[in-house]
């Protein structure tokens, strides 16, 4: 079983930071991508950053120079800080990872519960 547990959302003023956090627990052999979504209120679930197992990065434009993904390979840790937040940042963000369990040889997408962040004008 595998399981991915989110933290560090919460309510923000425009122009704060915050610090999201993302471990993958469970039955892990490997790795590859991990990732951030968020779906904004009413809006469909878009990528925010994604970070492979070689550590190359790719992230949306509307975030490029204000958020930064990094992750913690042994610790299976993947972070998203935030900041120059934005009323338009608000949604709920989700972390995403590409898992091999043991015992399988393919991988499988798992995702988090989310976590909410809401940025006040």
């Known amino acids: 079983q595998v399981q991915l547990v989110e933290s560090g959302g919460g309510l923000v003023q425009a122009g704060g930071s915050l610090r999201l956090s993302c471990v993958a627990t469970?039955?892990?052999?490997?790795?590859?991508?991990m990732a951030w979504y968020r779906q904004p209120p009413g809006k469909q679930r878009e990528l925010v950053a994604i970070?492979?197992?070689?550590?190359?990065?790719n992230s949306a434009d509307s975030v490029k120079g204000r958020f930064t993904i990094s992750r913690d390979y042994v610790e299976n840790v993947v972070n998203l800080q935030m900041n120059s937040l934005r009323p338009e940042d608000t949604a709920v963000y989700y972390c995403?990872?590409?898992?091999?369990?043991?015992?399988?040889?393919?991988?499988?997408?798992?995702w988090g519960q989310g976590t909410r962040v809401t940025v006040s004008s």
């Open positions: 995403n990872a590409e898992v091999r369990p043991y015992g399988r040889d393919n991988y499988y997408d798992y």
């Open positions: 469970g039955s892990i052999h490997n790795i590859n991508d």
């Open positions: 970070m492979t197992s070689a550590g190359n990065i």
